[in-house]
Structures are given as C-alpha cells and as structure tokens.
C-alpha cells in the first residue's frame, strides 16, 4: 500500500489538539477537534448559542486551519459544518477538554455536536525539527533550497 499525504493528513490529525475554525458568519476561533477518518470528518463540540453553532444549523461553509510543529502538520481545510444530533457520536468523543465548558458535564442541555465534513485542504506535512534544521543547514552551504516535506491539495 502507497502511503499518502492524505493518510498522513489523518494519520496526524490524532497528534494536534486543536486549530482555528470560521465560518463566513464566525471569525476564527480556537476549537478542540476530534478525527474520525471513518466518518470523513471532524467533530466539535460547542454550546447553543454560539456563532459556530448558529453556523452548523445552517449548513455553512467553513475553514479550519492547523499550525502544528509538534504534529508535523500545517493545513487550511475547507468544508462543511452541520449540526448533529448523534448521542453516541457525542460519547465517542466527550473528553474532560469538552466536560470543563460545561456545567452538567455531558448531560448539559446547552451541548451542541457539530460535524466538519472537508471537501478540500492545502497541507503541509513536515519531517520534524531535526529534519528541518538539517535541511536548513544544508541549503544555506548550497545553492539547493530546503527539502522539508510534503505540500499537496487534498480532496475528500
């Protein structure tokens, strides 16, 4: 099997904790993201009331853009927000990140689950600082420029 930079897209997401999600009708914003290659998507979790919330009932256009130099991953991922209504979904994914905005803990009236389903992402994916230093050296001794990764466009 070919390993590609969409697995490694996937494969990297397990190591980031978070990015900025928007949409046309929310600035960015930090959001804890929870990967399910399974499900093609990435999952949030919010409370009524917020921008993002109001932006996933509405099935809005968003972005989620990534900068991670522990998880070796930099991307701009564009695709769709939904509201979904999933309690095993939501299981799945509460965390003790998810329980602390909530009074009630998981049984909290104000959880919104929302679903980001990506159609298209431009990323980066990088060898690490060793790697990446090296490189650095090695291109400023050279007329070569830095070999420091991948970049490509995904679709989903």
Known sequence: MTYTLKDTFWDRLDDITAGMLSAPSAPPR?????ARRKDNMLWFITAQGTDIAEA???GAQAQYTLASSQGQLY???EGTLSKVNDPDKLDEIWSPMAAAWFEEGRQDD????VGFKPTKAEVWETDGK???LF???RANMSDDTPD???HG???F
Do not use: F, N, S, Y
């Open 56 to 58: 996933a009932k509405g």
């Open 135 to 137: 490189e650095m050296a």
């Open 30 to 34: 930090p959001m804890a993201h929870a």
């Open 130 to 132: 060793a790697k990446t």
């Open 75 to 77: 991307a701009a991922v």
């Open 153 to 155: 466009h995904l679709t």
């Open 110 to 113: 104000d959880i919104v689950l």
């Open 148 to 150: 420091v990764g991948q």
